[in-house]
C-alpha cells in the first residue's frame, strides 16, 4: 500500500466501548509481555547499536502508558455520551 498524500478520502466511524476495550486490553497485554521481558513482548522492532540490536525499554513503557491513558479518556467520554444525564423517576400512590 502506498502512502497517502492527505487525508481528504479518509473516512470511518466511532470506536465502539467494545473495541476501545478491546484495545486496552491489548495494551495491558503488551505491557505485562514487555515487562516479562517475553518473546511476545509489545516491541516488535529493536535498534541497531554498538552491543547489537537494543531497544528502550523504559520509552516503550511509556508510550504504552500515554496510549493506554489517551483510550481510556476516550472510553469515559464515550460511556458519559451513553449515560442520560438526568434519571427520572415518579413514585406510585
Known amino acids: 500500500m502506498s502512502d497517502l498524500t492527505d487525508l481528504s478520502n479518509i473516512s470511518g466511524t ?48 511509556l508510550a504504552l502508558l500515554q496510549a493506554r491513558s489517551t483510550y481510556e479518556k476516550l472510553l469515559r467520554e464515550q460511556q458519559q455520551r451513553e449515560t442520560p444525564d438526568w434519571i427520572l423517576s415518579q413514585a406510585e400512590e
Do not use: C, H
Not at 24 to 34: R, S
Not at 41 to 55: D, I, M, P, R
Open 14 to 61: 466511532e470506536l465502539t466501548a467494545e473495541q476501545i476495550q478491546g484495545i486496552l486490553n491489548q495494551i495491558d497485554l503488551d505491557i505485562t509481555n514487555l515487562l516479562r521481558d517475553g518473546k511476545l513482548s509489545a516491541l516488535k522492532y529493536a535498534v541497531a547499536g554498538n552491543a547489537g540490536a537494543t531497544a528502550d525499554r523504559g520509552a516503550n513503557l
